[in-house]
């Protein structure tokens, strides 16, 4: 059974950068043929996919969060991270991690996902 699990600080200031990773333990991880994906869910509001990661390591981000966001691949670890940089408030929210076997742009709806991790919540304050 495959399971992810998202890991990171909790509380981040303003302006600084987030770093989020998501262990993947199980049948699969990150030298199989799969897809990794971040989404976030802001209090309140419904969830935003955020980007992608493939085996090879190619990626795929959010147009609107391109420009701050980067997602790698740590094989040695079972791991893919996730930077956010200049973090705001308004980047306050739970981060999700997801796996699929299939590359879905832009889909934050679980089903369409293999695996699902718990989720971490970020908060943003100074």
């Known amino acids: 059974q495959v399971q992810l699990q998202e890991s990171g600080p909790g509380l981040v200031k303003p302006s600084q950068t987030l770093f989020l990773a998501c262990t993947v333990s199980g049948a699969s991880g990150p030298t199989a043929f799969y897809y990794w994906a971040w989404i976030r869910q802001p209090p309140g509001k419904g969830l935003e996919w955020m980007g992608v990661?493939?085996?090879?390591?190619?990626?795929y981000y959010s147009p609107s969060l391109k420009s701050r966001t980067s997602i790698a691949r740590d094989t040695s670890k079972n791991q893919f991270t996730m930077q956010l940089l200049s973090v705001t408030p308004e980047d306050t929210a739970v981060y999700y991690c997801a796996e699929s076997k299939a590359c879905i742009l832009g889909a934050t709806d679980k089903n369409r996902y293999d695996y699902w991790g718990q989720g971490t919540q970020v908060t943003v304050s100074s």
């Open positions: 990661i493939s085996y090879t390591g190619s990626t």
